[in-house]
């Protein structure tokens, strides 16, 4: 047991149970206002003044977007002469990406996807603020393998961009290669790098630098280690130069997983690990991402084997569905439904959030695929908002859509929205 | 890539050394059934530097003897080599970061060689020569810990505080664990560094054959507090005497299965001396 007080206020906390240690604190469980905590105590230490007013300043900045885990309230262990912070607790539904790597949880390609996308989003909406993470890496995501919900953990480091309060410049192997060479600090542009290798290491299963250079490394060396990921940084798929491929049964990972995704997904990666490797402006921005990643979830095709596919709009138009990459059989395409200039197809385990229908609140889904009670085949579009919607059907006849509803998904179809209007094809 | 900038974040001083003993004993049921022991340990001191390795092989594995004890001279080689190479990196996060890339992976793949070479086959079956290992690192700065696959890593302080630091892995249930000879298995190598003790601390590493012997986690967990009585009585070499005794009876009386056990002790610091890495 530890006891905690808040700071300004004086309230007590007890820490009933060690959650977890790691080289920077310990983390307690708490109960505070009658509900349960995180709080993570400092060590000694590492319990240093600057550490102190970079916390305070995160916690008047106040969180981003609900996928971090902020730091609340300041409090201090007396008794043990340190401090620390409290912070939701991390519901059990969330695993590490280390699980993930080592194959304890395997996500589907739909909670992947829409794990990178909630981590762009949350990343955009925390650049967006003037502050930077500098520390983006495997060890501060955790995300739902059955949803793709996000949390972003370890928020004291954050600060106001291009600071070195704190000391932190980033995990080996995520920094940027002009922070591993000591030619600048963290930014929003390093971020970016580091955010860039975690969506690899994600999508692909391994490093985007590590191919044959990191396969003759037999011991830990660290000069060999900053010329691999800063001095002479090489992607592993770089047109370019080919010296730095993937090694058959070293990398499997991206060897296995690069050909599946559609081609703007490796052009964004290829972006950023051949250009953004040399010039921070080039990087590929949050935003970019995250349309990318709203594009690929909103294209994922089931086929009937159970494997997840990618449908590619620009494909399917000139050369007809791909065949499944797994039992490579023909696709059977479920219908789509255009919005602007975005295709979503609606497969049964498709959802809408707001930025499909124009809002920047993604926090609950508004629309989901209902399956008709009397007729099973016929799916619709379940209304999950607060107000209508309106069916035009391809004979001109209007129906509204209440809260609750479904317009059935039937080629021809035309929903508005509110803002937006969607066009169903089939 | 040392990049921590505000280097009052290290530790203000280096932590003592801890003491070691270690015994690997035969199983019960591969004396009674003559069937050689399947668990390794190794350990080494050097350059300030504490290094302590368990290993089980698999019961169903031909070579898991060999398998094993490869595991823990790949390991504790590995292990001086990172605490020579991490000595002066200040900030733990880092050291952290170091050990789960590359010294996960290089650990692994060397093991992967050797046995290789051990089988003078290039296409060798892994799984004949597989095994868990569990490691440990103490330097004046930082200690290091591994998990691969079952076993008990318990740290115990003095008053009573007992910590599993390595979370059970779910892929370890009944007889089934994680293994080196897997695809991919330096994922599944958990590993996690933390200060070093300033402390009474008492740290133990043994394979599964220990904690099996007990009817429950919380009875076997009982075996810390009278270690530490022991570490803080008794010479490291007087304890080493008595293990395999000791181990013996706990595998004749428990899980019959070999035995490989490690002790690090770091003693209370005296009054008024200030620790130091070469006391």
Redesign the interface.
């Known amino acids: 047991m530890r006891e905690f007080v808040t700071v300004p206020a004086g309230d007590r906390i007890a820490g009933r149970k060690?959650l977890g240690?790691?080289?920077?604190g310990e983390v307690w469980l708490g109960q505070a206002g009658g509900r349960d905590v995180a709080v993570k105590v400092y060590?000694q230490?590492?319990a240093?003044t600057?550490?102190r007013a970079c916390i305070e300043r995160v916690i008047d900045k106040g969180p981003p977007a609900s996928c971090f885990l902020w730091p609340l309230t300041l409090v201090e262990d007396r008794a043990a002469g340190t401090y620390g912070y409290v912070m939701e607790l991390r519901a059990q539904r969330f695993r590490s990406l280390?699980d993930f790597?080592?194959?304890?949880i395997v996500p589907t390609f739909r909670a992947l996807m829409t794990a990178a996308w909630q981590l762009a989003d949350g990343f955009l909406r925390l650049h967006s603020l003037g502050l930077c993470y500098r520390?983006i890496?495997?060890?501060n995501v955790f995300f739902d393998p059955v949803d793709g919900d996000v949390r972003i953990c370890d928020n004291d480091n954050v600060d106001v961009t291009g600071t070195?309060?704190?000391?932190?410049?980033?995990?080996?192997?995520f920094?940027a290669p002009e922070?591993?060479r000591?030619e600048a600090l963290p930014s929003a542009e390093t971020d970016r790098f580091s955010l860039a290798v975690l969506l690899f290491h994600m999508l692909m299963g391994g490093h985007p630098l590590d191919g044959e250079r990191e396969a003759r490394?037999?011991?830990?060396?660290?000069p060999a280690?900053?010329k691999l990921?800063?001095f002479e940084p090489l992607y592993i798929f770089d047109p370019r130069d080919a010296s730095n491929r993937p090694r058959k049964g070293v990398h499997d990972?991206p060897l296995a997983f690069h050909p599946l995704y559609p081609l703007a997904v490796r052009e964004h990666f290829e972006r950023s690990f051949t250009e953004g490797l040399h010039y921070p402006t080039k990087r590929v921005r949050e935003s970019e991402w995250r349309k990318l990643f709203a594009r690929v979830v909103d294209g994922i095709v089931p086929c009937a084997c159970g494997a997840e596919n990618f449908y590619d709009p620009d494909t399917y138009t000139s050369q007809g569905a791909d065949a499944c990459w797994a039992c490579k059989r023909a696709l059977s395409l479920p219908p789509r439904m255009r919005v602007d200039d975005h295709v979503i197809v609606l497969s049964r385990d498709a959802k809408l959030r707001g930025h499909h229908l124009g809002s920047s609140d993604d926090a609950a889904p508004v629309a989901d695929i209902s399956q008709h009670p009397t007729n099973p085949g016929q799916l619709g579009l379940r209304n999950l908002t607060a107000t209508a919607w309106t069916l035009t059907r391809p004979d001109g006849t209007v129906v509204d859509v209440p809260p609750g509803r479904s317009a059935a998904i039937a080629s021809g179809n035309k929903i508005n929205f509110g803002t937006v209007t969607g066009e169903i094809r089939e | 890539?040392?990049?921590?900038?505000?280097?009052?974040?290290?530790?203000?001083r280096p932590a003592p050394l801890p003491t070691l003993a270690k015994a690997c004993v035969r199983g019960a049921k591969h004396v009674r059934d003559n069937r050689p022991g399947q668990d390794a340990i190794a350990s080494a001191a050097a350059d300030d530097l504490v290094a302590l390795a368990v290993a089980d092989g698999h019961g169903t594995s031909a070579r898991a003897d060999v398998g094993a004890s490869l595991a823990v001279q790949v390991a504790i080689e590995?292990l001086l080599?990172?605490g020579r190479?991490?000595r002066d990196v200040a900030?733990?996060?880092?050291?952290?970061?170091?050990a789960?890339?590359?010294?996960r992976l290089?650990l692994v793949?060397?093991w992967i060689d050797r046995v290789r070479q051990h089988a003078n086959d290039d296409a060798i079956d892994l799984q004949i020569y597989g095994s868990t290992l569990l490691f440990a690192l103490a330097t004046p700065s930082?200690l290091l810990l591994g998990q691969l696959g079952d076993g008990d890593i318990l740290l115990a302080r003095a008053g009573g505080d007992l910590?599993r630091?390595i979370a059970a892995?779910?892929?370890n249930f009944a007889e089934e664990t994680s293994s080196l000879c897997q695809p991919?298995a330096w994922?599944?190598l958990?590993v996690?560094?933390?200060?070093a003790p300033r402390a009474e601390t008492l740290l133990l590493l043994s394979t599964d054959g220990y904690g099996k012997s007990y009817a429950s986690d919380a009875v076997f967990e009982q075996i810390a507090p009278d270690y530490l009585e022991m570490m803080r009585a008794d010479q490291p070499a007087d304890v080493e005497r008595q293990l395999p005794e000791i181990l013996d009876a706990v595998s004749a009386g428990g899980s019959g299965d070999d035995i490989a056990f490690g002790i690090l002790y770091w003693a209370a610091p005296k009054e008024g001396e200030a620790p130091c890495a070469s006391s």
Do not use: W
């Open positions: 060690l240690s790691g080289g920077q060590h230490h590492t240093t600057a550490q280390e790597m080592a194959r304890r520390d890496s495997f060890a070195t309060s704190g000391g932190i410049l980033g995990t080996p192997r920094m922070v591993v000591r490394i037999r011991c830990l060396d660290i280690l900053e990921y800063g990972n | 890539m040392s990049g921590d900038l505000d280097r009052s974040n290290e530790a203000a590995h080599r990172f190479e991490v900030e733990l996060r880092r050291v952290q970061a170091y789960s890339h590359p010294l290089h793949r060397d930082y910590v630091p892995d779910p892929a991919e994922t599944k958990q996690r560094v933390q200060p």
